[in-house]
């Protein structure tokens, strides 16, 4: 069977999707890039690049295995990287949970042959694409705020002159801590 081009990822809520949009309206000119399409917005965990079924299945499964707290995202932070022409939206301070579920996730991809780069890990949702033009950030002081339950695998497809990211599996984060840490008396 055909590979398939897949990343791990957090989806966002419908809602903050069409507030993310509304916002980047009123916040960066027409000029400013190619809006990202309100259903795509979305945290890249591990990129994958293209895998064969088999290896996908593995990636599945080790995915459904892990066992993790959900987590608090605040997106409080916006930036412009000149040379893929993302601009994008993060977080000021990561949270420790979304660091580490990124990091479990890339470290099985590498294990599997999937490449991962170098590159520091920098949690991001990209806003805007084709953006090479200098741009004017937002000063800072905007936040949204919402609860990751949930992290997806998925497939990227292309048609039409358009991605589509279509979900093929999705695992809960646990409600609270697996265990006690300091149980108190
Ligand atoms: P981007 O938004 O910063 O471009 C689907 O393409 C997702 O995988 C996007 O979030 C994209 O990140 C990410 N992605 C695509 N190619 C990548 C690569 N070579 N390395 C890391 N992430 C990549």
Do not use: K
Request: glycine share 6%.
């Amino acid at each position: 069977m055909a590979t398939q081009r897949l990343f791990f990822a957090i989806s966002l809520p419908e809602e903050m999707q069409q507030q993310l949009v509304r916002w980047r309206a009123d916040t960066f000119p027409a000029e400013a890039g190619r809006p990202v399409v309100a259903a795509n917005l979305h945290l890249t965990l591990a990129f994958l690049g293209e895998v064969a079924p088999d290896t996908a299945q593995r990636l599945q499964t080790l995915a459904s295995r892990i066992v993790q707290p959900g987590f608090d995202l605040d997106l409080d932070d916006a930036g412009h990287w000149p040379r893929p022409g993302v601009v994008w939206l993060g977080c000021q301070r990561a949270p420790r949970g979304l660091l580490q579920l990124a990091s479990l996730l890339r470290a099985q991809a590498a294990r599997h042959g999937c490449y991962q780069s170098p590159q520091p890990f920098h949690p991001h949702i990209t806003l805007l694409r084709h953006a090479t033009q200098p741009v004017a950030l937002p000063p800072r002081g905007f936040h949204w705020r919402f609860r990751v339950t949930t992290f997806s695998l998925f497939a990227s497809e292309y048609a039409r002159g358009r991605s589509h990211y279509r979900t093929l599996a999705s695992w809960p984060l646990s409600p609270q801590e697996p265990y006690a840490l300091h149980p108190t008396a």
